[in-house]
């Protein structure tokens, strides 16, 4: 199945090049799962959006609009992907941005992507990547569409066997998966890498860390070190669409599939936050 | 003057939405003067293309397509300014690059920019940026299309007598303009300031660090700190369109427009590899 495109409300397939999002990835996106033809955590989403284009200065699509060209989407295919991209939209050449905004919305509806049911139990097999992720307080935790250290660190690998990979900050602390976030249960804490200096700060994540305390699990936002993330009891990555992927191994190192992810798991699951399958 | 856009050599304007460029950033451009319906710097510009597309595994178009598409549109209008942008092609939903590349290739003329030739002599006002450049050496250097950070640092003032910002990176240390490379004179040394962890390696800047020694100027490419930048005897920006700016100003410092950067901008000039206004 094509992917489906509405660009400003319009079904359509091209966009104009003189589009800054083209030119300098000056523009931010969203993931989300659809399921039973709604849209899965659309507050979070919609929040982290506008969040985004705050930080970025620039105009946020009406949120009604957007919602709507959303519930179009979910409404005609489900389960699928809803990938939302907003971009500061048509400018000249050079850095500036022009007077007035004239923002580009794409709503893109995808196939829902099939992945192997092991990859949440036993989970999945992991390696670290050499690409490190650049550090940038003032772009950090955005979703923007500068994501070429992204694209290099998947380019690593092709082994189907290996499901996600795990990156570094350039001073060797562990971030984040290539597309999801990563945490590990250690000494009954709960952790999850800091974001404040770069990664993103995924809307799982988000609703994990807001859940967490309820189940009686602490949470601790740290900086990692990869020597710690190795002491782990178990680890698991998450984001929008794959919910939750227990982690079983990285490079030579093995995990247990323990109760702290399945706990996790089934919270969001009851909350209606995650996909079943 | 509308600009004037060839995509894989059709004259077009639109592009697919499904684009990696567009969602990832995942390509690199160039700019280059046009002048007397010639590109200047040429070898300089497809030397960078094709070193750019090598580094992040992108298939490259052919030399000599791009050259003829570059040709044809200078010859159509100079002076005038060419960018190329080439993207890894349309792909899927992920970072996963496509098992076999289709680039995307575009070449666009643009009317050549008015700058006030004040600019040259006695020089612009610049600013320091708050905006910092992050950090890693596997895209140091190239120009490729993950461009926010000079978007948000050229955001940050729109007094029109401020031409230009400096940018440091997270450590404090000085790299270039947003749109340009930096050169400064101090007790008989040329210093331009070490790319090797971040920012884009100028092909001007590479014409002078090729010129220099024969103008018995010897180049130190090193870590440059702000006070030793503040401590400069000449300051000078140089890129492709604007050629060389003397800076007599940055923040409160002042500095003279002594004879290093008229001697730079001469020896440029006379080897046909800047505009000359």
Chains 1, 2 share one sequence.
Request: hydrophobic share 40%.
């Amino acid at each position: 199945m094509a992917p489906i495109f509405l660009i400003n409300g319009d079904s359509c397939e091209q966009i104009s090049v003189q589009d800054r999002g083209l030119h300098y990835g000056d523009g931010i996106f969203e993931t989300i799962a659809v399921h039973d033809h709604k849209p899965l955590s659309w507050s979070g989403h919609i929040r982290r959006l506008q969040s985004g284009c705050e930080r970025l200065g620039i105009e946020c699509p009406d949120k009604d609009v957007i919602e709507s060209e959303v519930r179009q989407l979910s409404s005609a295919s489900s389960p699928s992907v809803i990938k939302i991209i907003v971009t500061r939209g048509q400018g000249g050449r050079g850095y500036r941005v022009p007077e007035r905004d004239n923002t580009t919305r794409i709503v893109a509806s995808y196939p829902w992507p099939e992945f192997p049911s092991g990859n949440r139990n036993p989970g999945i097999i992991s390696r670290i990547c050499r690409t490190r992720i650049g550090r940038n307080q003032q772009l950090a935790g955005i979703k923007h569409l500068n994501r070429l250290e992204q694209v290099l660190a998947r380019k690593e690998w092709s082994d189907p066997g290996i499901a996600e990979g795990i990156m570094l900050d350039d001073t060797g602390h562990v971030i984040e998966g290539t597309m999801s976030n990563l945490f590990l249960f250690r000494q009954g804490q709960l952790l999850t890498p800091d974001l404040s200096e770069c990664g993103i700060a995924g809307v799982t994540r988000a609703n994990i860390l807001e859940l967490a305390p309820a189940l009686d699990m602490p949470v601790v936002i740290k900086q990692l070190a990869l020597d710690e993330m190795f002491l782990a009891e178990e680890i698991f990555l998450c984001n929008s669409v794959i919910g939750i992927w227990s982690v079983r191994q990285i490079d030579k190192y093995r995990f247990d599939s323990g109760p702290g992810t399945g706990k996790i798991r089934n919270a969001l699951l009851s909350a209606g936050l995650i996909a079943p399958a």
